[in-house]
């Protein structure tokens, strides 16, 4: 009796092994983490006609790829970390405010936007201007293939800007920020001056005039009035001109407390003119 138990015991647990065996047909489930970014589609087969093939398409871009039922998932895996598509739409879920720049003493201040609701093309044609004064960058930067891509990317709301155009807006900010600075220097009641001047290797001479004054903080404040080109030669009678040129279009002619500039020769001329020009100089240093 004991040996039948046995041996029907050995006969149920072999029955049960050869169950939990994966039948040779069975289905086997896609359960690779990148199916989450793609969906199987039936096509016709392009090669051999009347014949349907199996393909995986991605669910940000139209790119499709060949597949087959248990198939290795690596060439979509690989798009999958390559498609702008789908980068861009992470940008924007994670993005919950683009643009948000602390007012600064002198300079403007610019609105927070979120790019989903208060996308202004303004604003951000404003911000790259500024963005290729502060830094040098060339017009023709805003053409360049992989920019438009990032602010596509960014905001797919985005329109493509020409150099023209981005020069003509830099011109914009310009006078918008030259006005700001007018502003901030009315209430500066004394300002001191420093020149610089050279040649270029074109042989080009110019001069940069630098203003300096504290704020209502106490804080020290460099703000470049002019950038110059002088006519050559440039004996001290047309430094001075330039200079005072300069200090009369910002209307500063009567809050000038010093000048300083380096000790070239012309510059004693230039001094002389300036003492006439700005009598409330109190200090010309050479």
């Keep these: 009796m004991s040996s039948l138990v046995r041996t029907l015991r050995r006969k149920q647990e072999r029955k049960k092994k050869k169950n939990k065996r994966p039948r040779a047909n069975a289905p086997v489930r896609a359960i690779s983490d990148v199916w989450a970014h793609f969906h199987k589609v039936k096509e016709p087969s ?26 290795s998932t690596s060439t979509i895996g690989r798009h999958h970390l390559k498609c702008l598509n789908y980068k861009a739409k992470m940008a924007r879920a994670a993005i919950q405010t683009t643009l948000e720049l602390r007012k600064t003493n ?47 990317c960014m905001n797919p709301n985005y329109k493509s800007i020409g150099r023209k155009a981005i020069r003509a807006e830099c011109l914009r900010v310009y ?7 007018k502003s901030v220097l009315r209430g500066v009641s004394s300002i001191s001056l420093t020149t610089d001047l050279w040649t270029s290797n074109q042989t080009l001479s110019y001069m940069c005039v630098v203003a300096h004054y504290i704020d209502d903080n ?14 050559p030669p440039h004996p001290g009678i047309v430094i001075a001109d330039a200079l005072y040129a300069c200090v009369k ?33 109190e200090e010309i240093n050479d």
């Design 46 to 71: 392009l090669k051999n006609l009347g014949q349907i093939v199996l393909k995986a398409c991605c669910n940000y871009c139209p790119n499709k790829y060949a597949y087959e039922k248990g198939g």
């Design 218 to 231: 106490w804080k020290i404040q460099t703000r470049v009035l002019g950038f110059l080109e002088l006519d």
């Design 175 to 181: 006078k918008k920020e030259k006005e700001v600075l």
């Design 249 to 281: 279009d910002w209307n500063i002619e009567t809050k000038i407390m010093s000048i300083t500039l380096d000790n070239a020769s012309n510059n004693d001329g230039a001094i002389e003119a300036l003492k006439a020009k700005l009598p409330v100089v």
């Design 106 to 152: 002198g300079t403007s201040s610019v609105p927070t936007m979120s790019p989903s609701i208060d996308y202004d093309q303004g604003i951000i044609k404003e911000l790259i201007a500024k963005m290729i004064c502060v830094h040098e960058y060339s017009f023709r930067m805003v053409e360049h293939e992989w920019f438009n891509i990032l602010m596509k």
